[in-house]
């Protein structure tokens, strides 16, 4: 069973960082893109940033400068390096992955549990 487990979550002040990770776990034969959403009480779950195959990233206008998303391919890790954190980037921070199974054609959408991300002074 393919999982996505993700770390690094926390309370940090104003102005502080914080790193999330994310490791897929399973009967993976092939990642495609990874990246990371949030979703804050109330809204939406929106994009934060997104890494190819290759290590292309793409980031949300509002963390673009202050947010790097990488990957490790070896390990089948995804991490988001937050800096410069504002209260506006408080919020439950979701691994995503395109994978494909073993043994299985097609790709599947998974997504983590999610990890609280708590700006407060």
């Known amino acids: 069973q393919v999982q996505l487990v993700e770390s690094g979550g926390g309370l940090v002040q104003p102005g502080g960082s914080l790193r999330l990770s994310c490791a897929v776990t399973?009967?993976?034969?092939?990642?495609?893109?990874m990246g990371w959403y949030r979703q804050a009480p109330g809204k939406q779950r929106d994009l934060v940033a997104t890494?190819?195959?290759?290590?292309?990233?793409s980031y949300a206008g509002s963390v673009k400068g202050r947010f790097t998303i990488s990957r490790d391919n070896a390990n089948n890790t995804v991490y988001l390096q937050m800096n410069s954190l504002k209260p506006e980037d408080t919020a439950v921070y979701f691994c995503?992955?395109?994978?494909?199974?073993?043994?299985?054609?097609?790709?599947?959408?998974?997504w983590g549990q999610g990890t609280q991300v708590t700006i407060s002074a």
């Open positions: 399973g009967s993976i034969f092939r990642i495609y893109t």
């Open positions: 995503w992955a395109r994978t494909q199974t073993t043994g299985i054609a097609g790709s599947t959408d998974r």
């Open positions: 890494i190819s195959t290759l290590g292309n990233p």
